[in-house]
């Protein structure tokens, strides 16, 4: 079964930009989480999408936003791009039902210059 | 406030021997548990995981203890091996949702 895929893997952005990140789950998982991990700190929860809604948000700014497909894919905004914004965003997929183990994918390092 | 705490942020041990990883918890709301490891470049693996209705879980080399009245949790490796080495994360969940909040990370190197 192939794991959680995310495009692109790297990107260069400049201040006052804006992104977009993609994440296709695992085949069956529903449930898609996003990641911010910065130098020196763990993984920051941002948001958490199910059925096309969210079910779950972090403390992060409305520039970060984030959306679900039909087909369980989702994606991942950031307007206005700042400095601070540079970070490895990691997609992290889980079936329902009990199941509470994610399944991350390689992640997409963004630089923001 | 950081909840899930990892105090070591790095662990250096001999290969064949035993490598104990310590992580720390302040919200008696966590009911879930687990462990992941990151090499570079790449995103965390899931290890193992453990149910607050548990104390110990064991898969292959690795085990998790869990001391609900401490608040603390450990994962323990062996014996351990060169390719081991990486930042151990855990993780945890609260009772009402799924999201999961993680320590700051280990990161372990296992000397042949």
């Known amino acids: 079964k192939a794991g959680v895929t995310q495009t692109p893997r790297y990107l260069i952005k400049t201040r006052g930009q804006q992104v977009t990140l993609s994440c296709s789950p695992i085949?069956?998982?529903?449930?898609v989480s996003w990641y911010q991990q910065t130098p020196g700190q763990g993984l920051q929860f941002l948001f958490e999408?199910?059925?096309?809604?969210?079910?779950n948000k972090g403390n992060f700014p409305g520039r970060f936003s984030g959306r679900q497909f039909s087909n369980s894919r989702s994606e991942m905004n950031v307007s206005t791009l700042e400095l601070g914004d540079s970070a490895l965003y990691l997609c992290?997929?889980?079936?329902?039902?009990?199941?509470?183990?994610?399944?991350f994918g390689p992640g997409t390092r963004l630089t923001v210059t | 406030d950081q909840q899930v705490k990892q105090n070591s942020p790095s662990l250096s041990v001999q290969e064949g021997r035993i490598s104990i990883l310590n992580c720390d918890y302040t919200?008696?709301?966590?009911?879930?548990f687990l462990w992941y490891k990151k090499y570079p470049a790449e995103g965390p693996t899931f290890l193992i995981s453990?149910?607050?209705?548990?104390d110990k879980n064991e898969d292959g080399r690795f085990t998790v203890f869990l001391n609900k009245s401490a608040k603390h949790l450990s994962l323990h490796i062996v014996p351990s091996q060169p390719g081991d080495s990486a930042v151990y994360f855990c993780?945890?969940?609260?009772?009402?949702?799924?999201?999961?909040?993680f320590g700051e990370g280990t990161q372990l190197t296992v000397n042949p």
């Open positions: 993780a945890a969940k609260e009772t009402s949702g799924s999201r999961l909040t």
């Open positions: 919200n008696s709301m966590f009911d879930y």
């Open positions: 999408y199910f059925s096309e809604t969210q079910r």
């Open positions: 992290a997929s889980r079936r329902r039902g009990g199941a509470y183990e994610q399944y």
């Open positions: 453990i149910s607050s209705i548990k």
């Open positions: 085949s069956g998982h529903r449930s």
